[in-house]
C-alpha cells in the first residue's frame, strides 16, 4: 500500500467518525508541519502555533476532503495558508528564512559530525549553507515557495501546482528562474567569505 493510499485509509476512517485515525495523521506529519511554519516566523513557539492552527483547520474540513490529491498535499497548503495569515496578521517583520535560527543550526551541527572530517570542511560547508539561504531570501515568495517545495520537500510538479494553485507549466517556469537566480547569485558572490 503507498504512503498516499494509507493516508486515504486515515482519512475515509476520520470521515467516518474516528477520531484516533486523525492522531494517527498529526503523529505522522507534525514536524514536517512544524518545519514548514518555521519557513515563516523565526519563533519556534509562533511555529507550534501556525501547526496547531493547520491541524485544527485540517481536521475541520476533512469532511470535505475528496482525495484527489494527496493529503501531505492538502495539508501542506493549508498549513502554508495559516502561515501566510498569520504573518500577514502579525505585527512583526518575519523573515522567511531565518539563519541565525538556533534549532538549525543543532540539527544542522549534529549531521556536520558525522559527515565531516576537519574544521575547514565545516567552515566551508557554513559559509556555502549561509550563502545558499541569503540566495533563497532574494528571491520573491512564489519563486522561493517553489523551489523549497520542490528541492527540500521533494514534491513532484503536479503536487506543486496543487499546493500553489496554478498550472504545472507555471510551476516549472517558477523552478526554472528561481535556479536561474540562486546560480547567479551563488556565482556573483562565491568568492566572498565571511
Given at each position: 500500500?503507498?504512503?498516499?493510499?494509507?493516508?486515504?485509509?486515515?482519512?475515509?476512517?476520520?470521515?467516518?467518525?474516528?477520531?484516533?485515525?486523525?492522531?494517527?495523521?498529526?503523529?505522522?506529519?507534525?514536524?514536517?508541519?512544524?518545519?514548514?511554519?518555521?519557513?515563516?516566523?523565526?519563533?519556534?513557539?509562533?511555529?507550534?502555533?501556525?501547526?496547531?492552527?493547520?491541524?485544527?483547520?485540517?481536521?475541520?474540513?476533512?469532511?470535505?476532503?475528496?482525495?484527489e490529491s494527496a493529503f501531505y498535499t492538502?495539508?501542506?497548503?493549508?498549513?502554508?495558508?495559516?502561515?501566510?495569515?498569520?504573518?500577514?496578521?502579525?505585527?512583526?517583520?518575519?523573515?522567511?528564512?531565518?539563519?541565525?535560527?538556533?534549532?538549525?543550526?543543532?540539527?544542522?551541527?549534529?549531521?556536520?559530525?558525522?559527515?565531516?572530517?576537519?574544521?575547514?570542511?565545516?567552515?566551508?560547508?557554513?559559509?556555502?549553507?549561509?550563502?545558499i539561504m541569503k540566495a533563497l531570501e532574494?528571491?520573491?515568495?512564489?519563486?522561493?515557495?517553489?523551489?523549497?517545495?520542490?528541492?527540500?520537500?521533494?514534491?513532484?510538479?503536479?503536487?506543486?501546482?496543487?499546493?500553489?494553485?496554478?498550472?504545472?507549466?507555471?510551476?516549472?517556469?517558477?523552478?526554472?528562474?528561481?535556479?536561474?537566480?540562486?546560480?547567479?547569485?551563488?556565482?556573483?558572490?562565491?568568492?566572498?567569505?565571511?
Open positions: 500500500m503507498s504512503e498516499q493510499d494509507a493516508d486515504l485509509q486515515l482519512v475515509r476512517l476520520v470521515q467516518q467518525g474516528k477520531k484516533q485515525a486523525f492522531d494517527l495523521l498529526v503523529k505522522k506529519y507534525q514536524y514536517k508541519v512544524i518545519g514548514i511554519a518555521q519557513r515563516y516566523v523565526s519563533n519556534p513557539d509562533d511555529a507550534q502555533d501556525i501547526a496547531q492552527e493547520a491541524f485544527i483547520k485540517t481536521y475541520r474540513a476533512l469532511a470535505d476532503f475528496r482525495g492538502w495539508l501542506y497548503r493549508i498549513t502554508v495558508n495559516t502561515a501566510m495569515n498569520y504573518v500577514s496578521s502579525s505585527a512583526n517583520k518575519i523573515r522567511a528564512v531565518d539563519v541565525d535560527t538556533p534549532e538549525i543550526e543543532s540539527y544542522d551541527g549534529s549531521e556536520r559530525l558525522h559527515d565531516i572530517d576537519n574544521p575547514e570542511s565545516i567552515m566551508v560547508g557554513e559559509d556555502a549553507r549561509k550563502l532574494s528571491l520573491s515568495e512564489d519563486l522561493r515557495q517553489a523551489i523549497c517545495l520542490r528541492e527540500i520537500d521533494e514534491m513532484s510538479y503536479e503536487d506543486i501546482a496543487v499546493v500553489m494553485n496554478c498550472p504545472v507549466g507555471t510551476v516549472r517556469s517558477r523552478i526554472f528562474r528561481a535556479r536561474e537566480i540562486i546560480d547567479k547569485y551563488l556565482s556573483d558572490n562565491s568568492g566572498m567569505r565571511k
